[in-house]
């Protein structure tokens, strides 16, 4: 575990509970729904849960697999946990979200909110091998044109995956790792500090 990156993440939880989180966490969420059911869903890098919290109300999901490095941030999620998952479907668990504590082809569903660009490729990868055939991946990115991160922040960002400026960008990362029916999308997240974000939703493939 990175615990440099780790005391980042512990040092802005208690701000982090925010409207555009869960904005984003909601609309990557509601366009991973396919038609069968969903029983396994993996958050990674969930920081306070916004996304795993997304997919128990969105999905119904029978369990969530979420994990950070940054235990403060997970405090944060279980804090709220009794409210928003009440049924306690999600698995909080503090650790390195890359590679996923999760078998190979087990998951339906693999969400990342706002943490790739931290995780690097590897997670791309990783997300195919955890993923059943035909499971979907969504997961959102800043873009480079408005994406200003904090000197503490700049040095965690991954020197193998550049952020993207552009739907295209953003989905050939996916294509890169392998993924296919892939779409991509631009979300304008209105407030005091207005964002944007794009967001990719794509399928592993069933090997031939």
Do not use: K, N
């Not at 802005?12 to 555009?20: H, L, M």
């Not at 953003?170 to 209105?190: P, Q």
């Amino acid at each position: 575990m990175d615990t440099t990156g780790a005391a980042a993440f512990d040092a802005a939880a208690d701000g982090y509970d925010d409207a555009f989180h869960t904005t984003v966490a909601d609309a990557l969420t509601v366009r991973a729904a396919g038609a069968d059911p969903v029983r396994l869903v993996y958050d990674a890098a969930t920081g306070s849960g916004a996304a795993a919290f997304a997919a128990v109300r969105l999905l119904d999901p029978e369990r969530v697999v979420a994990v950070d490095f940054s235990p403060r941030m997970l405090e944060r999620a279980r804090q709220r946990a009794d409210r928003l998952d009440p049924g306690g479907r999600i698995d909080w668990r503090t650790g390195p979200a890359v590679p996923a504590p999760l078998p190979d082809g087990s998951a339906d569903v693999v969400l990342c909110a706002s943490s790739l660009h931290f995780l690097g490729a590897a997670a791309l990868r990783d997300w195919r091998r955890v993923l059943r055939p035909g499971g979907r991946v969504a997961f959102s990115l800043p873009t480079a044109a408005t994406f200003t991160p904090s000197a503490a922040f700049a040095a965690l960002v991954a020197a193998d995956l550049p952020v993207p400026d552009a739907p295209d960008a953003a989905a050939a990362l996916a294509a890169a790792a392998g993924f296919t029916g892939i779409t991509a999308e631009r979300l304008d997240v209105a407030g005091p500090h207005a964002r944007t974000v794009l967001l990719v939703h794509a399928t592993r493939p069933h090997d031939r």
